[in-house]
Nanobody, 125 residues
Framework: QVQLVESGGGLVQAGGSLSVSCAAS????????MGWFRQAPRKEREFVAA????????YYADSVKDRFTISRDNAKNTVYLQMSSLKPEDTAVYYC??????????????????WGQGTQVTVSS
């Protein structure tokens, strides 16, 4: 079992930056790919970014590419999402996920193993 706890969400003005993090605990947490999804009001949950267990491969949704950066620190069992040039349409609850599958499929087939409870990110215009 792996437990995921997100933190770092909040309110930021458009054009600003914000970082969210996800701490993993439990067994075999370092062998999992990790990533982020988000869900805005009245919309379906969508893929944002993912990173392989080694950190050597990263994947992004087109809507956040060149603005968001995903990284992980396996010594701290934590994955990070650094968000910059934020837009009001980035407003959503951001969910952390962990899965044994390779993250290159996550945009098509979302992970199913473990999810966090989510953290709210609000971008004001």
């Amino acid at each position: 079992q792996v437990q995921l706890v997100e933190s770092g969400g909040g309110l930021v003005q458009a054009g600003g930056s914000l970082s969210v993090s996800c701490a993993a605990s439990g067994r075999n947490r370092r062998s999992y790919a990790m990533g982020w999804f988000r869900q805005a009001p009245r919309k379906e949950r969508e893929f944002v970014a993912a990173i392989s267990w080694s950190g050597g491969a990263t994947y992004y949704a087109d809507s956040v590419k060149d603005r968001f950066t995903i990284s992980r620190d396996n010594a701290k069992n934590t994955v990070y999402l650094q968000m910059s040039s934020l837009k009001p349409e980035d407003t959503a609850v951001y969910y952390c996920a962990a899965d044994s599958r390779s993250p290159h499929t996550w945009s098509i087939q979302p992970p199913s193993d473990y999810w966090g409870q989510g953290t709210q990110v609000t971008v004001s215009s």
